[in-house]
């Protein structure tokens, strides 16, 4: 909803601060007054071309700035959270973010600048915005129904809950349908190369189980590789390490003293007098200890030498080529024994996943089928809902369009079907109008003038609002052409309108003017004129009850001061008071105070 509009520098307003209230609000004034630019300001809100003209004379630059309450989630909200203008989590609450504001500027040498949220963005990123919080219509702007895919959607709205919940249980059979296509056409349209990929996999897995490798199985050739290598070494060194433990063999030639010998001897010199002394006997179980440590470190040394004795150049030749043949496995397939494991065991999965194409190819071919035919069902009873609705919608449009002036004007909701299926069903909707008699059926917007056409929206907008409501309404020229009875009935239905949406209106008919919530005068104001070299200027203000009567008064006779216009205009207000429609929370709008 917007809440305040301030406009400097377009056309005839000089300056002007605009508060606006929920509910009907009325824009009049007189002829060449500046009615005009007041849509103008909201156009260009909206990203509509800003005409270097439309600045005022004199002025550097006219602007359009607009504060708007709009509620958490809202479209608008979410759009400028793209746009990179609103953080994410303001577009969530309402509460948290700052004002939301809109501003617009074209300067006198044709150069415009836009704003969203106190932040220059493209004009562009400012329409998408704005056509999420307002819809204009007039005889000059685009329709909010112009696209068939807009059109859907608002039948879709006007279906009803029913119609909801079949068209949501359809998409998600859709979802999972075109999930499923792409699964297919994935296997089918790259059977070449994964019949390739599945040949690749097979050899190298008849490698790796060929090798099979073992995990840690790199490190521990590694070792036994340098083992094997300093195998005269390391078979010195514990023979020589073992004569000096143990001692020398029995044959050898001296007879050295070792380790073991020179302990037993300590061992034999302290026993006869352990008993004689606790701590020598302690130092002698300490030496019987080392002793027989001793006697196994050099049984152990024995082993050992033997044991290399044993390993010869041919089990050197045995590691060097089992580590070649895994050094060649980790080349391929990793820089660890692990890394190629895990490879082998993700690629054995893909194997099997490539060798079970065919018959995954049959049973997906089976599942799209069924599905595919199932959704067609379904589109089918969409169909059948959306060409019920669209009869009722062009009935009860058909009744607002009679009480318009427009009574044989007829409106049409064509549902074909398409070749495919979409998201949406398998249909294509077209809002036609035929507005006279005899006319042909045509696209909204052809064959009807600006007056006819806005009230063609007026009686869509009524008949949509209460099950798609939209923000903001703005009418120019609603009642162009129209008069008497047909003006009340345009009265009552943006006051109805209003029940559920903002509704800016500019008219220059008393009768529409009567029914409003809040009224708004633009008039123009001489001693400004006269300060601004003689060029017109105009300013705008809310209207008080009295001021109301007043207007109403020079609307319905040029004169604001007769008797008789004020009491017509008195009869108009309570008349319209009288059947003005209940607020959406079903209490009655208060009429304006007398």
């Not at 792409?182 to 296997?187: F, P, R």
């Not at 143990?246 to 026993?271: F, H, I, K, M, R």
């Not at 008699?437 to 064959?447: F, V």
């Amino acid at each position: 909803m917007i809440e305040h509009l301030s406009i400097s520098g377009l056309g005839v307003i000089d300056h002007a601060e605009l508060d606006l209230t929920g509910g009907f609000n009325v824009v009049t004034g007189e002829t060449g007054a500046g009615k005009t630019m007041v849509v103008t300001a909201f156009g260009l809100l909206l990203g509509h071309r800003a005409s270097p003209t439309a600045v005022r004379k004199g002025a550097e630059r006219a602007s359009v700035d607009a504060e708007l309450e709009v509620p958490a989630g809202h479209p608008a909200r979410s759009r400028a959270a793209e746009a990179g203008v609103l953080d994410e989590d303001a577009a969530d609450d309402a509460a948290a973010a700052e004002p939301f504001l809109l501003g617009r500027a074209v300067t006198a040498k044709g150069r415009s600048r836009a704003s969203a949220v106190g932040r220059a963005v493209p004009v562009g990123v400012l329409g998408e915005i704005g056509e999420q919080l307002v819809t204009v219509h007039g005889q000059a702007d685009q329709l909010r129904l112009k696209s068939p895919a807009a059109q859907r959607e608002a039948l879709d709205a006007y279906a009803g809950a029913e119609f909801a919940e079949a068209l949501r249980a359809y998409q998600e059979g859709f979802a999972r349908y075109q999930q499923l296509c792409a699964e297919l056409e994935e296997i089918t349209a790259h059977e070449l190369e994964r019949r390739r990929e599945a040949e690749h996999l097979q050899q190298a897995l008849e490698q790796i189980d060929e090798a099979e490798p073992q995990p840690g199985e790199d490190e521990r050739l590694k070792s036994e590789s340098v083992r094997l290598g300093n195998l005269e070494s390391l078979r010195d060194a514990a023979r020589t390490a073992q004569t000096a433990v143990a001692g020398a063999d029995v044959d050898a030639a001296e007879n050295t003293p070792s380790a073991v010998g020179l302990v037993e001897d300590a061992v034999q010199a302290l026993a006869p007098l352990a008993d004689q002394d606790a701590e020598l006997e302690e130092i002698l179980g300490q030496l019987s200890d080392v002793s027989s440590l001793l006697t196994d470190a050099g049984n152990q040394m024995g082993i050992y030498a033997a044991g290399l004795d044993d390993s010869g150049p041919e089990r050197l030749t045995q590691v060097h080529a089992r580590r070649a043949e895994l050094d060649r496995l980790m080349r391929l397939y990793g820089p660890e024994i692990t890394d190629v494991l895990e490879w082998a065991a993700a690629s054995r999965a893909r194997l099997e996943s490539l060798q079970g194409d065919e018959s995954r190819i049959e049973q997906l071919t089976e599942e799209v089928q069924a599905l595919g035919s199932s959704l067609w069902q379904q589109a089918e009873a969409l169909r059948t809902q959306r060409q019920q609705a669209g009869a009722a919608l062009a009935e009860a449009v058909g009744e607002e369009l009679a009480a318009l002036a427009m009574p044989n004007a007829r409106l049409a909701v064509d549902v074909t079907t398409t070749e495919a299926l979409t998201r949406h069903g398998a249909d294509q909707v077209a809002i036609l109008l035929a507005p006279h008699a005899g006319a042909d059926p045509a696209p909204l917007g052809r064959g009807a003038s600006g007056g006819e056409l806005s009230r063609v929206m007026l009686a869509l907008e009524v008949v949509l609002s209460e099950h798609a409501p939209a923000s903001t309404f703005i009418f120019d020229e609603v009642d162009a052409g129209v008069g008497g009875k047909a003006a009340v009935q345009i009265g009552r239905r943006l006051a109805k309108l209003a029940r559920h949406a903002q509704v800016i209106c500019v008219t220059h008919l008393p009768q529409v003017a009567a029914y409003a919530d809040h009224h708004i005068r633009v008039f123009k104001d001489p001693e400004a004129a006269g300060q601004s070299d003689g060029v017109t200027a105009s300013d705008v203000r809310s209207l008080t009850s009295q001021e109301r009567v007043g207007e109403l008064a020079r609307m319905l006779a040029g004169q604001e001061d007769s008797a008789s216009a004020r009491a017509h205009a008195d009869e108009l207000l309570a008349q319209a008071a009288r059947e003005r429609p209940s607020a959406p929370d079903g209490s009655s709008r208060p009429a304006p105070e007398r």
